[in-house]
T-cell receptor
């Protein structure tokens, strides 16, 4: 059974600092990996999708890497802003199923 | 463009009452459809998924059921709600080809 772990569980940084969020998974036979953002009481917003054949994806200040062999993905957020405060979830895709980590809750202090 | 609609946004129901949550997708054909639940302080759990009309797969035994009466409509139901059914319910869709998953805005269900 796939286990997805996100470290740290919570993170508080001053505005302008770069954020590094880690995700690890136990079974490397994944189809792809997706990072989401969830604001309190809201649904999930997709941030980045990395296909299994890719090593990284970038969108604006966000960059996500994928190392299938070691079962790791990292989400980098450059020059953090208070609006980046949210919970960030990584999810691995196997067949029809998404397996989620518990998330990292980020607080960016102004 | 594709959109996903989920309603209602919030729901307070007494124990033992029935439940019906609806999800519809626009702008795509033959999507895979999913129901997830997020309980307080816990991760997202896949409840049901469907790859076509009338085709439902259940991931966990529970008090809930799902149906797909039309290609882009997915319904989550219960005949009698339990307190433990409280949570945040999210509908999602995807298509074969790895374009990722798109989630709805969720329904906050409180069973009292």
């Amino acid at each position: 059974k796939q286990e997805v772990t996100q470290i740290p569980a919570a993170l508080s940084v001053p505005e302008g600092e770069n954020l590094v969020l880690n995700c690890s998974f136990t079974d490397s036979a994944i189809y792809n990996l997706q990072w989401f953002r969830q604001d309190p009481g809201k649904g999930l917003t997709s941030l980045l999708l990395i296909q299994s054949s890719q090593r990284e994806q970038t969108s604006g200040r966000l960059n996500a890497s994928l190392d299938k062999s070691s079962g790791r993905s990292t989400l980098y957020i450059a020059a953090s802003q208070p609006g980046d405060s949210a919970t960030y979830l990584c999810a691995v895709v196997e067949g029809y199923k998404l397996s989620f980590g518990a998330g990292t809750t980020v607080t960016v202090r102004a | 463009s594709q959109t996903i609609h989920q309603w209602p946004a919030t729901l307070v129901q007494p124990v033992g009452s029935p439940l019906s949550l609806e999800c519809t997708v626009e702008g795509t054909s033959n999507p895979n459809l999913y129901w997830y639940r997020q309980a307080a302080g816990r991760g997202l759990q896949l409840l049901f998924y469907s790859v076509g009309i009338g085709q439902i797969s259940s991931e966990v035994p529970q008090n809930l059921s799902a149906s797909r009466p039309q290609d882009r409509q997915f319904i989550l139901s219960s005949k009698k709600l339990l307190l433990s059914d409280s949570g945040f319910y999210l509908c999602a869709w995807s298509v074969i080809g790895g374009y990722g998953y798109t989630f709805g805005s969720g329904t906050r269900l409180t069973v009292v």
